[in-house]
């Protein structure tokens, strides 16, 4: 607790600093005023707990300085210090608050005993102050988690008194990126706190054990977007949101609707399994329509991918069958079955592959791993991209067990894979596992043979097409960009005229000019 000290004299003030222990009642002198335009100066800006004040200061004397901090929402105790007993003087004092009028010379016995009945007062204020909190917290979260589920009674309730009063609402759950309860998870709400917003911006709040965010008003969902288009795309390593997994519901302009933005969050937390490789946010506009989905788990489905992928394989069809998985992937992002179903169909698919080949090549040692082995990892895989790489990474294992294509073939396919994937994150170290090859092996001899670098080859098609959307579409450039596989539209401008020798706006006018 804290203790100011306002006397005109310096002695006094010297004197009251000693006079009694402040250490040993639990104060600490925070600052002085010689006068009282000084004195309420410091009594506003230092909020001191208590105020030792001498009622005859030159300026505000003390009794106005008492009555103006008062009136600006001073909470903190007063004893005041007169040189003259006036009963007039004592009851003005005790009618603006003030808790004890001593005269002076100060006794101080009297001034330690006022002081210990002040402290007493303040720590039994403090403590009914966070015993009021906690109940208000906790009634508070009871009346949120009814608003979430549409059990409020809205018209008992003072919107105004509880917070809630906003223009717009959203849902927004978060929890741990990894899923796994051995990584650390940052808490968002402290995030949010750290990045500027506050209790009058958003609401955090535990609901059937998740981590809910209820946010409040248009500058709190601005702040968050803002928040997450700096970040999202590419959350750096090691930092708070690279933790993170978000799930936004939608916005709501009134509190009736928030169960509404609730079901939401609750239904892309489910769809958390067809997320991208570092997808950390869900939207409703990741939900697919309601009209496009269908059962997909069927055993004449699986015997359907069991084929493709078995013939692909004994042909050594590596674009088929990158095609026919990422068709896979997109069929079971618009599957209705539960998840537990779609686990099993994959694992399904897989064993039927296997035992085909393996009855077709049963007098080659082909590296199987066992059944088991299969299904505990299909198993504990979190997302279905991970899936859909470890059948990539199976079949070109049991492909090249089988035989070895010629290196004009896997360039071929490479070649096709660039022209249907361009708009794609392409790295040669990521795609040459795929076909079989070392990835400084495979760029050598794709160099040999088309007489450029992959990443040249890349950026050669990537411009190409480019070029096709500058002249026959309206769409921006940075859309272009994004269109082609620049995520980065100034690295887009620098490719662009390197291979063009015109910046994108240049050569559309150019072209725009030629057609008419």
């Given at each position: 607790m804290n203790v100011l000290i306002a006397d005109d004299e310096s002695i006094v003030r010297q004197g009251l600093h000693y006079i009694i222990d402040w250490q040993a009642l639990g104060f600490t002198i925070c600052g002085e005023a010689a006068?009282?335009?000084?004195?309420?100066?410091?009594?506003?800006?230092?909020?001191?707990?208590?105020?030792?004040?001498?009622?005859?200061m030159p300026g505000l004397s003390g009794i106005q300085v008492v009555e103006q901090s008062r009136s600006r929402q001073f909470h903190g105790k007063f004893i005041i210090l007169s040189g003259v007993s006036d009963f007039q003087y004592a009851q003005t004092a005790i009618r603006c608050g003030v808790e004890y009028y001593l005269t002076k010379p100060i006794d101080e016995e009297e001034l330690e005993d006022a002081v210990c009945t002040v402290r007493d007062a303040i720590q039994k204020e403090q403590k009914e102050t966070c015993a009021l909190n906690r109940y208000r917290?906790?009634?508070?979260?009871?009346?949120?988690?009814?608003?979430?589920?549409g059990k409020a009674d809205l018209t008992t309730l003072d919107l105004h008194?509880?917070?809630?009063?906003?223009?717009?609402?959203?849902?927004?759950?978060y929890e741990n990126y990894d899923q796994e309860p051995f990584h650390n998870t940052w808490d968002f709400a402290d995030i949010l706190r750290v990045t500027g917003q506050d209790s009058q911006t958003f609401e955090a709040v535990r609901f059937q054990e998740k981590n809910l965010i209820l946010l409040k008003g248009s500058l709190a969902v601005r702040q968050l977007q803002k928040l997450w288009e700096h970040y999202a795309h590419s959350p750096q390593k090691g930092s708070p949101l690279d933790s993170l997994f978000l799930a936004c519901g939608r916005q709501v302009s009134r509190l009736e609707e928030l169960p509404r933005s609730l079901q939401d969050v609750i239904q892309l937390e489910k769809r958390r399994y067809f997320c991208e490789p570092n997808q950390h946010v869900l939207d409703i506009s990741c939900l697919p329509s309601a009209e496009t989905l269908h059962p997909v788990v069927q055993n004449a489905e699986v015997d359907h991918w069991k084929q493709l992928f078995s013939g692909y394989i004994q042909a050594h069809s590596r674009t088929q069958i990158i095609e026919t998985l990422q068709s896979l992937q997109e069929t079971l992002f618009h599957a209705s079955d539960p998840l537990s179903s779609i686990q099993y169909f994959l694992s399904d698919i897989y064993l039927q592959v296997k035992q085909d080949i393996a009855r077709a090549y049963s007098s080659i040692d082909i590296p199987f791993p066992s059944n088991a082995t299969v299904l505990s990892l299909l198993e504990s895989k979190c997302y279905l991209y991970e899936v859909i790489q470890f059948l990539a990474e199976q079949f070109e294992i049991w492909m090249n067990a089988i035989g070895s294509p010629s290196s004009d073939n896997v360039l071929d396919d490479l070649v096709y894979y660039i022209a249907h994937n361009y708009q794609e994150n392409l790295r040669l170290e990521t795609l040459a596992p795929l076909f079989g090859y070392n990835s400084s092996y495979l760029g050598k001899i794709f160099t040999k043979k088309f007489g450029d670098t992959f990443n040249a080859y890349v950026d050669?098609?990537?411009?190409?097409?480019?070029?096709?959307?500058?002249?026959?579409?309206?769409?921006?450039?940075?859309?272009?960009a994004e269109k082609v596989g620049y995520c980065n539209v100034d690295y887009f401008h620098k490719k662009f005229r390197k291979y063009v020798g015109l910046s994108p706006a240049e050569y559309r006018r150019q072209s725009q000019q030629k057609s008419s």
């Open positions: 006068a009282g335009d000084e004195a309420l100066e410091k009594i506003l800006s230092l909020q001191p707990d208590l105020v030792l004040m001498d009622i005859r917290e906790k009634a508070k979260d009871t009346i949120l988690r009814d608003l979430l589920v008194d509880l917070g809630l009063q906003a223009d717009i609402y959203q849902v927004i759950l050669k098609v990537r411009i190409r097409y480019a070029r096709e959307l500058l002249a026959e579409s309206s769409c921006k450039v940075y859309e272009i």
